[in-house]
């Protein structure tokens, strides 16, 4: 039985997980079968995850925690479909994973980062990616999925489809608009070529931009302007959010506007303010001098 397609099903209609975390899960899922050999699925123990582990000691505690999260997911399933009646992720304990802070852009960074004149459909394009980014957090698979009848440009506002397909509805700032505007309605409309697709964001083929290409676009940009920080998309959400809170939006209304289901998961924006007060503090106290 192909117990890794049934739960990928699963995963996709049931659970309604994303196209790239069920592509993640997928992948560590195969992983892990390459390394039971002939062992099925349904026969591993205990002994078998602890094993993978030790093997697996090398990658970061981040990247094992994610595969361990697969397995558990995984096997959850499995226990719900009868085909287990234990889950031999019980006796597993993942690694102990310390508090992760992300990379924040100063706001002297982000000017240096978008401060720059289109000069061609590309360039105008790249220009409107950042700000988009910038101006709203939305993940890359969130910007990079945006269609034309997702943009009301007259009310200033984006539908976007996040994590486990929940809608949310997300401002433009007027610089945002400004050049989303131009961009639909000049810049796009030159890129396309014969086959027409509704996607915004178009490659030199006319067809949609990849989460790849994003990335690429945005670590030249850095390199460019020598910010000299290994930057992604994600950077400019995190810059977003702690530059919001920081003016004193309040953190519900950053939650709503990033799509997270749990608060908690926003509030590692206040642990970053914290940790550069507490840096400022130390700088300035006229004691520790």
């Known amino acids: ?50 094993a993978f582990i030790k093997r697996e000691a090398q990658i970061s505690e981040k990247s094992l925690a994610r595969k361990l999260s697969s397995f558990r997911t995984f096997y959850d399933f499995m226990v719900k479909k009868g085909y287990l009646t234990v889950n031999p992720m019980d006796g597993v304990e993942g690694p102990k994973i310390g508090k992760y802070l992300p990379d924040v852009l100063s706001v002297e960074e982000v000017d240096r980062l978008l401060d720059f ?38 009310e200033s506002l984006i539908k976007v489809m996040g994590k486990g397909s929940k809608e949310r509805i997300v401002p433009l700032n007027d ?43 945005i670590k030249k940009r850095a390199e460019d302007v020598k910010l000299g920080k290994d930057i992604s998309p994600h950077t400019l959400r995190h810059s977003f959010a702690t530059h919001l809170l920081q003016n004193g939006a309040d953190i519900r209304f950053i939650q709503e506007l990033l799509g997270h289901s749990d608060v908690g998961t ?12 507490k840096r400022d503090y130390d700088e300035l106290n006229p004691r520790d001098n």
């Open 1 to 50: 039985m192909d117990f890794i397609n049934e739960f990928v099903v699963d995963l996709m209609y049931v659970r309604n997980y994303s196209k790239n975390t069920i592509e993640s899960y997928r992948s560590d899922m195969e992983q892990f079968c390459e390394f039971l050999k002939k062992k099925s699925l349904d026969k591993v123990a205990v002994e078998d995850i602890r």
């Open 175 to 217: 610089i945002a608009t400004e050049y989303m505007g131009k961009y639909i309605k000049e810049i796009r409309p030159n890129m396309l070529k014969k086959e027409q697709t509704d996607y915004i964001f178009l490659n030199n083929h006319g067809k949609v931009l990849t989460r790849q290409a994003v990335f690429k676009m």
């Open 266 to 277: 926003t509030e590692i924006y206040t642990h970053i303010i914290n940790e550069a007060l």
């Open 117 to 154: 004149e289109p000069d061609d459909n590309f360039s105008f394009r790249n220009r409107c990616i950042l700000e988009l980014l910038y101006s709203t957090g939305l993940r890359i698979s969130e910007l990079t999925s945006l269609k034309l009848e997702n943009v009301n440009l007259d």
